[in-house]
């Protein structure tokens, strides 16, 4: 059973800096099905992106996916006051079909 | 424009079957490579997925919770019903339902989730 382990659980940065935030998965993603969401308090999260490098609809261009197998990076390439908040990767199609992460909670430093 | 709404009781006593229901519009659950999905999070805690259904009825479960879930569709109703047996307080959660198609392997519409409280 695929396991997802976020790091780290918190990053503190600046408004203007630079976000990298890591997922490892326990075994390979099948057909590197990696999407990442965000969630703010008191909503419901937001798909960023998905299959590893694809932003959905209205996802700014300062977030962006790479990686294979078992390793995923999702960066924000400069931090906008809006970007702080929870974001969790998600594994589909390798059992079980769907799994998360634990979160990254980003802070303003 | 793809809405959700998660709609069922706010508390249930422990023992109990919890009982929720999806009403989306937007889709429909005959077209191929539509599903819709059952998303939980525990006050504070991190999200955890719990069932799928498919346009073709193709079920898939969360194996850790396999034997208290079942998931069932009513594509004239554009519903999506979720059964959890045995409730207990750890079970206390926000459940969101969301949008899924086989062409984005992501959710990518959620619904605004409702919070059940398990406790006697």
């Known amino acids: 059973e695929i396991v997802l382990t976020q790091s780290p659980a918190t990053l503190s940065l600046s408004p203007g800096d630079r976000a990298t935030l890591s997922c490892r998965a326990s075994?390979?993603?099948?057909?590197?099905?990696l999407a990442w969401y965000q969630q703010k308090p008191g909503q419901a999260p937001r798909l960023l992106i998905y299959?590893?490098?694809n932003r959905a609809t209205g996802i700014p261009d300062r977030f962006s996916g790479r990686g294979s197998a078992t390793d995923f990076t999702l960066t924000i390439s400069s931090l906008e006051p809006e970007d702080f908040a929870v974001y969790y990767c998600?594994?589909?199609?390798?059992?079980?079909?769907?799994?998360f992460g634990q979160g990254t909670r980003l802070e303003i430093k | 424009q793809i809405t959700l709404k998660e709609s069922g009781p706010t508390l249930v006593n422990p023992t109990q079957t919890l009982t929720l229901t999806c009403t989306f519009s937007?889709?429909?659950?005959?077209?191929?490579?539509?599903?819709v999905a059952w998303i939980r999070q525990p006050p504070g805690k991190a999200l955890e997925w719990l069932a799928l259904?498919?346009?073709?009825?193709?079920?898939r479960y969360s194996p850790s919770l396999k034997s208290r879930l079942t998931i069932t569709k009513d594509t004239s109703k554009n519903q999506v019903v979720l059964t959890m047996s045995d409730m207990d307080p750890v079970d206390t959660a926000t459940y969101y339902c969301?949008?899924?198609?086989?062409?984005?392997?992501?959710?990518?519409?959620w619904g605004q989730g409702t919070l059940v409280t398990v406790s006697s």
């Open positions: 969301a949008h899924v198609e086989l062409r984005l392997p992501g959710f990518d519409f």
């Open positions: 937007g889709f429909s659950l005959d077209n191929t490579g539509m599903g």
């Open positions: 259904i498919y346009w073709n009825d193709d079920k």
């Open positions: 075994e390979p993603v099948t057909n590197n099905y």
């Open positions: 299959a590893t490098f």
């Open positions: 998600q594994q589909y199609g390798r059992s079980p079909m769907c799994s």
